[in-house]
């Protein structure tokens, strides 16, 4: 029983093809990590997911439900959590006060908000800033703050866009190790990745190599790597060869 | 650190209800009743213009609904306050209208479509004489008969500090929390499940619900209203202006700055003479530009800067490094 299923979607923006008949599923508890080259399509994809977009043709399963066109808010509320690539805190808020922002999907009272937020800011390790205003964080910090928000809204699925891009490789490392103790909370996870391919082959159950809108590639993170066609979409056409 | 703005709040509003034993002139307490007024009105905008970030330049909308209101249920011979129930309720139908059709706009363009909505009840109450008696203006009942005003200043004082109790509140409450996400990135809190147009709408309801009583007040203070008077693009601004100049989105902005604007304004009169425009001009060119996020907004970000990010924010523990020490080698083979 696949806890998300893409069945052949496709998106056009005017003349271009940025989804193209992609399919693929997610089981629950696993991490996906979804790569390709910068314009492959995979905010489009985590866009279509979360409802910011709605495939042209093709469909989305969630939990055996129909959720081609729901909202992004609707998405939230049936259990799938996003970041996104450019971070955007409550700069005047602290860190806390953040995370309870998606915490109040589940609950109106603060008490309660706080608690749960608490709970996940310990789990990324946050409490030592948890007081502090969001403003003049580092992307470190924000980008985990990110990630809290989101696992704040007690989410099934979590789609992490860009999750590491930008951070400095430990931090990065770091970072992945925590994502990997997500499927003990019962999440499952679609990261999306240019090209950090340390974390990915560290965290990932599954790869799925997008390029062009085209999935190119699934399968396991040490077999992908060596496909000639993944080669192929980062490297061009010369390195098939050398690589073979 | 948001505390310390409800405490100072706490100690003008306590200290209003002395000002009338103190300063027994009428002069006096109908500055401080605009004060105030607008203060209320500041409070009410924050809460879309401040705390959702939607800048409206169209509350003279609800403003003036709210002031026709008063001025024609009573007309057919309802009672004074009945007629202001009515208006308000007036003024929340149209802020309902204006909200739905204007929040599908974001940024500059929904200020703009609020300014045109405003314009637009303008000219339909200038032009339909046989209802609101057009340019020639509608005679308002007095709300207060007795020691009038007095009754004016307390009526405003009141409002003032329902507003406040009321700001104060959302700014705690989930509500408060999902308007100011809106204002960030509306993107970011759609990801979390925030419904963004129910909510902006609901911000607006109960701001026009305020900004009508407020121009209900004001309409019966006067006794006669005029179009271009109460639905004026220059009462939109001013109502704008006040929160700004305090600093929107915050608590304590709306109070401050309608203490600043209104009392200036009116010093720089008996100063300046004629003058006295200019000056009002320049003293907001100033604060613009040295506190562009008004002035409590700008003095708790400086305060804020006090407090620094450790150098090494995150507790990690020993087991991952280990990890990684170990997947990092298998990685290098």
């Known amino acids: 029983m696949s806890l998300l299923e893409v069945k052949g979607i496709s998106k056009r923006f005017g003349g271009l093809k940025a989804i193209n008949d ?25 866009n279509l997911i979360t ?10 399963h969630f939990a055996g439900r129909d959720i081609s066109h729901l909202t992004p ?11 996104f690539q450019i971070v955007k805190p409550l700069r005047n808020l602290t860190v806390l006060e953040n995370v309870m922002l998606g915490a109040f999907l589940r609950t109106s009272s603060r008490a309660k908000a706080e608690q749960e937020a608490t709970k996940v800011l310990r789990f990324l ?10 403003r003049g964080m580092g992307l470190p910090v924000l980008k985990r703050l990110e990630i809290a928000r989101a696992l704040a809204t007690q989410p099934k699925l979590i789609l992490l866009d860009e999750v590491v891009a930008g951070l400095p490789t430990s931090e990065a490392i770091k970072l992945a190790m925590l994502l990997k103790r997500l499927p003990e909370w019962g999440i499952s996870t679609i990261g999306g990745i240019e090209h950090v391919m340390q974390v990915v082959m560290r965290v990932a159950d599954r790869v799925i190599v997008l390029d062009h809108g085209t999935l190119i590639a699934e399968g396991e993170p040490k077999d992908v790597v060596h496909r000639p066609e993944v080669i192929e979409a980062y490297l061009g056409s010369k390195y098939k060869e050398i690589a073979l | 650190m948001k505390n310390w703005q409800a405490l100072v709040a706490a100690v003008f509003l306590f200290a209003a209800l002395f000002v009338p034993l103190l300063v027994p002139t ?12 607008f203060a209320a009105l500041g409070l009410a905008w924050n809460l879309v213009g401040g705390y959702a970030g939607q800048l409206s330049l169209g509350h003279a909308a609800y403003f003036g609904v709210g002031a026709y209101g008063l001025a ?3 007309k057919l011979g309802i009672s004074p306050w009945i007629s202001v129930f009515f208006g308000i309720v007036l003024a929340v139908i149209c802020a309902a209208m204006i909200g739905t059709i204007s929040f599908r706009l974001r940024g500059p363009y929904f200020a703009l479509c609020t300014i045109a909505f405003a314009e637009v009840l303008r000219l339909v109450a200038k032009n339909l004489p046989n209802v609101t008696g057009g340019d020639v203006g509608a005679q308002v009942p007095a709300l207060f008969t007795h020691s009038a005003t007095r009754s004016f200043y307390w ?3 009141l409002l003032t500090a329902f507003a406040f109790a009321l700001t104060a509140w959302i700014e705690r409450s989930r509500f408060g929390y999902y308007l100011m996400a809106i204002r960030e990135d509306q993107d970011t809190a759609l990801s979390v499940g925030v419904n963004a147009a ?29 179009p271009d008077q109460v639905l004026a693009m220059d009462i939109s601004t001013e109502i704008a202006i006040v929160a700004m100049l305090g600093g929107a989105g915050t608590l304590l902005g709306p109070l401050l700055g309608s203490v600043i604007l209104e009392s200036s304004a009116e010093i720089f009169k008996t100063v300046f003479k004629e003058a006295h425009l200019l000056i009002y001009g320049v003293l907001i060119v100033v604060v613009v530009l040295f506190m562009p996020e008004g002035v409590v907004g700008t003095l708790t970000s400086k305060l804020g800067r006090f407090k620094k990010a450790p150098l090494a924010p995150f507790a990690a523990p020993a087991p991952v490094a280990a990890q990684e020490e170990t997947s990092r080698a298998a990685l290098n083979e």
């Open chain 1, 22 to 46: 992609v399919s693929f599923a997610v089981k629950p508890g696993e991490v996906t990590f979804i790569v390709g080259p910068n314009g492959a399509g995979k905010t489009t994809l985590f």
């Open chain 2, 198 to 226: 129910r909510c902006k709408l609901w911000a607006l309801l109960i701001s026009a619900a305020i900004t009508g009583f407020g121009g209900a007040l004001y309409a019966s203070m006067f006794l006669f209203i005029v």
């Open chain 1, 73 to 83: 808010n609707e998405a939230a509320q049936i259990g799938i959590g996003r970041t």
């Open chain 2, 72 to 74: 024609l249920f009573s």
């Open chain 2, 155 to 157: 009526a405003g004082v």
């Open chain 1, 51 to 60: 409802g910011v977009f709605h495939p042209d043709s093709g469909s989305i």
């Open chain 1, 125 to 134: 390790e946050m409490e030592k800033i948890m007081h502090l205003p969001a």
């Open chain 2, 26 to 37: 009428d002069y006096i307490l109908q500055i401080l009743f605009r004060v105030f007024l």
